[in-house]
């Protein structure tokens, strides 16, 4: 029975729908489909970064050779930069000598600064890759109504040419029954 109703559905709307081929239906729904999935993979990506990034913290202030080697650096270089750029907008100058970070404080901006670079790469790792996806979808739309276009001005040109092949037959024709019409009346 449901057969029977989808075929009379396809029948009765069959015209209004019948400029879609199945292939655009089928292009349509996969893309769609593919969206949300593409989304969301997005956000997991994002959402596992964090995880990632406590555990890079806890690594940092765990491992004594990672937070040593990896974390301490550029802390110190990061804490260097920061006081000498306070001195220089409060109008200090420049500072001669800056002392250090403690090794514990060191390993622990280290590692926090490490875990937020993680997660902004992350970021803009998937923000790049939206938008190389949005380009590309736009650019495969554009090729489409380019694509599209030409057909549409091929046809014209077609349609033309034809018309002007028209044109002539019909001034043949009408130079044919100009020169008969004479040679009929004077018989």
């Known amino acids: ?9 396809r029948l009765a ?13 089928r ?20 959402q596992i970064s964090k995880p990632i990034s406590k555990g890079i913290k806890q690594l940092g202030k765990n491992n004594p050779t990672f937070g040593r080697r990896v974390c301490a650096p550029p802390a110190q270089l990061y804490h260097w930069l920061d006081v000498n750029l306070r001195m220089r907008i409060l109008g200090l100058g420049k500072a001669t000598e800056v002392a250090p970070l403690s090794e514990e404080a060191a390993v622990e901006l280290g590692a926090e600064m490490i875990g937020e670079t993680f997660i902004f790469t992350v970021a803009v790792g998937c923000l ?6 949005q380009a590309r979808k736009e650019a495969k739309h554009e090729n489409k109504q380019t694509d599209a276009i030409d057909r549409l001005e091929s046809r014209v040109n077609e349609l ?23 040679a009929s009346k004077s018989s």
């Open 1 to 9: 029975m449901a057969v029977t109703i989808f075929g009379n559905f």
């Open 13 to 25: 709307l069959g015209p209004y729908f019948s400029r879609y081929s199945t292939s655009f239906v």
């Open 27 to 46: 292009e349509k729904m996969i893309t769609e489909a593919a969206f949300p999935i593409i989304k969301l993979a997005t956000l997991g990506i994002k």
């Open 128 to 133: 790049a890759f939206e938008y190389w996806r």
């Open 160 to 182: 033309g040419m034809l018309l002007e092949q028209q044109d002539a037959r019909l001034r043949e024709m009408n130079r044919i029954i100009l020169t008969r019409t004479p």
